[in-house]
């Protein structure tokens, strides 16, 4: 239905604050000569200069080498566990392991609570249980985090008992504390059209605003359409508009030209 994942990194400024001596540092790697600042340039990838593999090993240099305090560690294990976790062979076990690793060196670690939640959830295994165990304790660190209860929302959303009622509970929150997050909206909008009420009505609203929000959001103009395609109206002229827009935003969605099909 649209939703990303496995999109979350600390913000600089936290690790910033955190290691209080990052430097910048150009050139290739060269992992038996790095310094102390070199590997934690490399862990911290500030400027996303660098690829995962290149992150892998400026964090396992830092930790083998012990070069921080446990508060500093923790962040090691997070940002190596978030470079297995999006490098290309998407390693969910190591990206588990080091999450892991991080909470127990800092428990108050919210972000490694939410990424291994998205592990959790959107790994091979799909432990949506473990996944809405882990959004719930960064919660309880960040009640204010939007991006907790949308996760938490999906994984309601999403899992075996497809809990609707506390899914849009979650994205209605979520968007309480961020309005602007488009994301929740498709997603509310998703629920309400697809859970066992069928509200039309209020998906179209929920895309509505999620397209006002990010004009070049094709999975919105697309489940708009299903929408007005399957909704008490049969608005066929509307649903082909939209599916044409999702078209345009991204020539290779397929469900979009199949959805527009049936409208014809």
């Not at 892998?56 to 012990?66: D, E, K, R």
């Not at 999906?154 to 809990?163: P, T």
């Not at 994301?183 to 059209?193: D, I, K, M, P």
């Not at 859970?195 to 489940?223: E, K, S, V």
């Amino acid at each position: 239905m649209g939703r990303k994942s496995l999109r979350r990194t600390l913000s600089t400024s936290l690790i910033a604050l955190a290691l209080g001596f990052l430097l910048g540092v150009s050139g290739a790697p060269n992992a038996s000569a790095q310094t102390s600042d070199q590997a934690w340039a490399y862990c911290n990838n500030q400027n996303k200069q660098y690829g995962p593999e290149v992150r892998i090993g400026g964090c396992t240099a830092v930790i083998q080498n012990a070069w921080a305090d446990q508060a500093n560690m923790a962040i090691a294990f997070y940002n190596r566990g978030y470079a297995y976790q999006n490098g290309p062979q998407h390693d969910y076990a190591r990206a588990i392991a080091d999450y892991t690793q991080a909470i127990a060196l800092n428990p108050r670690l919210a972000e490694a609570f939410l990424n291994r939640g998205l592990v959790y959830q959107n790994g091979p295994q799909h432990d949506y249980a473990r996944a809405i165990a882990d959004y719930t304790q960064a919660i309880a660190l960040n009640p204010r985090s939007a991006e907790a209860f949308l996760d938490r929302g999906a994984a309601y959303q999403e899992g075996q008992q497809h809990d609707y009622a506390r899914a849009i509970a979650d994205y209605t929150q979520a968007i309480a504390l961020n309005p602007r997050l488009a994301e929740a909206f498709l997603n509310r909008g998703n629920v309400y059209q697809g859970g066992p009420q069928h509200d039309y009505a209020r998906a179209i609203a929920d895309y509505t605003q999620a397209i006002a929000l990010n004009p070049q959001y094709a999975f919105a103009f697309n489940n708009r359409g299903n929408a007005y395609q399957y909704g008490p109206q049969h608005e066929y002229a509307r649903a082909i508009a939209d599916y044409t827009q999702a078209i345009a935003l991204n020539p290779q969605y397929a469900h979009a030209f199949n959805s527009r099909g049936k409208a014809y």
